[in-house]
């Protein structure tokens, strides 16, 4: 079984910066792909950052500049930082892990239980 456990949302206001961590615990061989995407109300969960099979990172465009994913792999954890946040950046956000489990060595695809950001105007 592995857990993605995310923290650091909250309520901030427009231009201020936020960081939001995620951790995965369990019995995992490694972990392939780490990535943040965010939902926000009547949408679809959108990509917002992530590590490429290369280990390059991607961004959406609507972050680019803003954001920065980062990672520490000897922690298992994965970290998006929000800078200049805008209020159109209010939405759940969740990290993404696909693991490559210790005892079968299948891959799967694990997802942290969201956090809440809201970016007041």
């Known amino acids: 079984q592995v857990q993605l456990v995310e923290?650091?949302?909250?309520?901030?206001?427009a231009g201020e910066s936020l960081r939001l961590s995620c951790a995965a615990s369990g019995r995992m061989f490694s972990i392939r792909s780490m990535g943040w995407y965010r939902q926000a109300p009547g949408k679809q969960r959108?990509?917002?950052?992530?590590?490429?099979?290369?280990?390059n990172t991607n961004y959406a465009d609507f972050v680019?500049?803003?954001f920065a994913i980062s990672r520490d792999n000897a922690?298992?954890?994965v970290y998006l930082q929000m800078n200049s946040l805008k209020p159109e950046d209010t939405a759940v956000y969740y990290c993404n892990m696909g693991v490559?489990?210790?005892t079968t060595?299948?891959?799967?695809?694990?997802w942290g239980q969201g956090t809440q950001v809201t970016v007041s105007s």
């Open 7 to 13: 923290s650091g949302g909250g309520l901030v206001q």
């Open 105 to 110: 060595l299948q891959q799967l695809d694990y």
């Open 46 to 55: 959108e990509l917002v950052a992530a590590f490429t099979s290369d280990g």
């Open 100 to 102: 490559l489990l210790l």
């Open 75 to 77: 922690k298992n954890t």
């Open 64 to 66: 680019k500049g803003r």
